[in-house]
């Protein structure tokens, strides 16, 4: 597992106490942002325009004090009220069935993902609407997790930062990588963990080579920072501070790769970058080769056999007639192959 710690110019870290019962929010757009204030009003900022409301009003009865504020995916305002999501969807508020669906927001009873971790005495886990897990320990410190990855975020003098550890109750996280961690909703107390660094928008990719059925690829990475990566919507990579990826035995045809960057304090990056990767078949004179290797030894034998089974149902005629024809040693691997093709779509 990968571990580092993450203090001074990479980050800031700013206390609230008593000045909003919430944190100011926004989605990302322009003069748009939400905010509830000390005495429970609930306000939205909308390209200069302030709307507000009380708790009471959007309950239709007696209410708690509401918070915290997200956005949804679709630009909504979020809140929760007496336990129940609230959503202002064109002007009006509405009962919101969809807790798990926030954006930026996270809570324990979400059932975070079991850590595979060094991390010792773990207090709290929320995981955050980029997939990073923030972790606090019952020694004071925070930590932020994904996997093969951690880090450690410290003030500059390398002391805690938070000051009810023990109480961490939500994540939210802006679309320029501030976060919020809330400790306390009903006594106003959150910390914010804004990035000095600029959040990478999209990885760049910066080389891309394709080498019968492997491909090797080069991405630029934040400095001391990580990747992960997905191959046709399989589970994502560990954490790796590699910036060069290797594929190998892509089978004929198309492949989609999503590769995400993080950086130091592992801040992802906007968007994924996307690639597409094409595998072509291998010649004829290729072909022969290969099915020459199966006269080989034990290693060449496996290493032509496992390369024959890439090339897809267009081969079959011709392993048919190879078959029709081999001993019956040559005869069991080309009988392997042929089936493995055969019950491949």
């Known amino acids: 597992s990968g571990l580092g ?29 939400g905010v ?7 306000s939205l900022l909308d390209n200069g325009k302030v709307s507000s409301w009380k708790a009471d009003d959007i309950t239709g009865h007696g209410a708690e004090f509401p918070g915290p504020l997200a956005f949804s995916p679709e630009g909504n305002l979020r809140i929760i009220i007496n336990k129940k999501v609230w959503e202002l969807r064109e002007s009006q508020w509405a009962d919101s069935s969809v807790a798990k669906s926030w954006s930026g927001f ?35 410190r925070l930590w932020c997790a994904i996997p093969g990855a951690e880090v450690e975020l410290t ?27 809330s400790t306390r909703w009903y006594e106003s ?15 760049v990719l910066k080389s891309l ?27 994502k990579t560990k954490a790796s501070s590699a910036a060069e990826i290797r594929l190998e035995s892509l089978a004929i045809g198309e492949h989609r790769l999503k590769v995400w960057t993080y950086d130091r304090c592992l801040l992802p990056c906007r968007e994924p970058l996307e690639v597409e990767i094409t595998i ?8 022969r080769k290969l099915l020459e290797a199966l006269d080989g030894s034990l290693a060449e034998r496996e290493a032509a056999a496992s390369r024959l089974r890439l090339q897809g149902r267009s081969i079959l005629p011709l392993l048919r007639e190879e078959r029709a024809k081999a001993d019956e040693s040559r005869g069991w691997w080309l009988d392997a192959v042929i089936q493995h093709l055969e019950s491949t779509p």
């Open 106 to 140: 996270s809570a324990t009873k979400n059932n975070p993902r079991k850590l595979n971790t060094s991390i010792k005495n773990i207090s709290r886990q929320l995981t955050d609407s980029n997939g990073v897990d923030w972790v606090t320990t019952t020694t004071g």
């Open 36 to 42: 509830v204030f000390r005495d429970g009003t609930i």
């Open 189 to 203: 107390e959150y910390l914010m963990v804004r990035p000095v660094e600029k959040r990478v928008v999209r990885p």
């Open 155 to 181: 003030s500059q003098n390398g002391t805690e930062v938070l000051e009810n550890y023990d109480s961490l109750q939500a994540v939210l996280s802006a679309a320029d990588g501030t976060t919020f961690l």
């Open 209 to 235: 080579k394709i080498d019968g059925s492997t491909a090797m690829l080069s991405v630029a990475l934040p400095e001391k920072g990580w990747c992960r990566w997905q191959l046709n919507g399989q589970e």
């Open 280 to 287: 072509k078949p291998d010649s004829e004179a290729v072909l």
């Open 5 to 33: 710690a993450c203090a001074g110019p990479g980050l800031e870290f700013i206390h609230n106490h008593h000045i909003y019962s919430g944190p100011v929010i926004w989605d990302g757009k322009p003069l748009r942002a």
